[in-house]
């Protein structure tokens, strides 16, 4: 009898025009929090377990680079201490470059090619070869083992051999040639045995055990220790804004394209929070239409509602039909927003899988978590507003 008493004066329209505004702001925030859970994987997933984000970065060179030999275009030890210092970098490696010549050739079928080299280091911990042949002992200088980048093979083979019709080369074949290696420096000119063990898909500089550069720049160069020109990063977190902003800063250039997956991740949390922002919007003001709504009918219900409190009935009693009505709509809300997002994210899935090659299905609990909390959040609102407002 009482909730038949106060259902007549309740606006149907009033409730239907709150109802589709909280419907909507509920989907466009559960929707854009589904979308960032299942996009951002695609930036930062890992192809292997054991798989590690790395950048080499160096200083720009410039107009003043060219025309004097005083500015220095290596990293500083204050530098370096700076890198290792940033949340976003885990740990920061030297290259090493040899300070002596170095002249490599190949003898096949009595002749012989051979062309001026270079070498680098870097700390064994930063290179993507496993090789067993990978190592340098002191006592044993007899073979070097030398790792190119996989460019440079293909270069070779798609490049230089396509227009000479000339035979391709695989790594295996690449790895039984034997180079002759000859180092000048200190008034010493030596001979070595090296071979190619590995292609880098990471490191773009021929490179050679960092145990031997250090040997071979203390036996052939006055300059054992030369400060580094590159640096090897390895990134916590690839997707960090700050990346960007702090090389830019330091006018820091990294090789590769690894920095442009940051940028769209960041990129991809702008458009994500200003989506979620609108449907906040939305729900804020749906909730004034409904805080105006419950306060235009505890108004017009007000003598109605004195006279109920008058004969005997309580303030929950009372109180208690109007939460139950913003309570129910909230949970039809809820559970319709809900539904929504599970029906639009096969649609989205297909595009996100012709789009990067792949999709990734999350899981749908943060999404429903996000949902809950806008609800009880609501909901605890309305209670307040109802219980402050029966007296």
Known sequence: MLSKLLKQNISKTQLFGFAVANLIGMTIVLIAVQLYCDINPLFTQKDTLFKRDFFV??????????????????????????LKHKNFIKSVGKFTSSQFEVYGGV???????????????????????????????QDSTHFIPIIVPKTYLDLYNFGFAQSRQMPKLSEGVIGMVQMNLTFVGMGRRE???????????????????EEFMQWANNRFSTNPTPAPARLILEIDNITDPEIATFFKAHSYQIEGENQAVGRMSFFLKIVVGIAILIGLIICVLSFVILILSIYLILQKDMQKLQNLRLIGYSKYSISMFYILLTTIINVVILIVAVAIVIFIRPHYNTVLSDVFGSSVQTSLLLMIGVGIGIFLTVSSINIFIINRKIK
């Open 57 to 82: 970065i160096t200083k720009k060179i410039n107009v003043l680079n060219t025309i004097s030999s005083n500015i220095s275009s290596t990293f500083s030890s204050s530098e370096i201490e700076e």
């Open 107 to 137: 003898s096949a079928a009595g002749l012989e090619f051979g062309t001026d080299l270079f070498f680098e280091s870097v700390p064994n911990n930063f290179i993507d070869i496993q090789s067993d042949r990978w190592q340098f002992s």
């Open 191 to 209: 001979k070595f045995t090296g071979g190619i063990v590995g292609f880098s898909n990471r490191i773009n500089t021929i490179l050679v055990p």
